[in-house]
């Protein structure tokens, strides 16, 4: 996939919202870049490399049912992208990015920081910030402008 191979050198640029956002991502973003740079899996668990888009997506599925249900009662978006589901799915790196649209295109949830981790960009203009349902949309017409969805 043309949209997501582009991605990669992504890792460079440490662009961030927020200082407690930069406190978070910046070692999470240096983990993913090192980890391309010698050709390796950035996930913890398993090279997501060698698994079959079958296997991505159970993986990915699996890790997702696991953060929802975990973080369902919090209100800490901190405390909800540092659950380690979460960030293994950040780990999974631009191969995460498929089944993270389809879920923002199902049921609009707090993806963005793990996007904007993966891909080192943000969509989403200021005046959209906290409408959950508006950065699902800006995020998902970046992802078709980009080729990585349809």
Same mark, same amino acid.
């Given at each position: 996939?043309?949209?997501?191979? =582009?991605l990669q050198? *992504? #890792?460079?640029?440490? +662009?961030?919202?927020?200082? &407690?956002s ?6 999470? @973003? ?9 050709g ?5 668990t ?8 079958? =296997?991505?997506?159970? *993986? #990915?599925?699996?890790? +997702?049912?696991?953060?929802? &249900? ?6 800490s978006i @901190?405390?909800m992208?540092?659950?380690?589901a979460y ?6 790196g631009?191969s ?13 949830d ?41």
């Amino acid at each position: 996939m043309t949209g997501v191979a =582009a991605l990669q050198d *992504r #890792f460079s640029q440490d +662009a961030y919202v927020s200082q &407690e956002s930069e406190q978070v991502g910046r070692p999470i @973003r240096r983990l993913l870049r090192i980890g391309w740079e010698m050709g390796r899996s950035t996930s913890i668990t398993e090279s997501e490399a060698s698994l079959s888009s079958d =296997a991505l997506a159970q *993986r #990915f599925q699996h890790l +997702a049912k696991i953060w929802r &249900e975990e973080c369902a009662h919090l209100s800490s978006i @901190r405390e909800m992208v540092l659950h380690s589901a979460y960030q293994q799915i950040v780990g999974m790196g631009p191969s995460a990015l498929p089944f993270i649209f389809a879920e923002l295109e199902r049921k609009p949830d707090h993806w963005f920081w793990a996007l904007r981790a993966i891909t080192g960009e943000d969509p989403v203009p200021s005046e959209h910030r906290g409408n959950v349902a508006q950065m699902a949309r800006d995020w998902l017409q970046w992802a078709s402008k980009r080729g990585i969805r349809p």
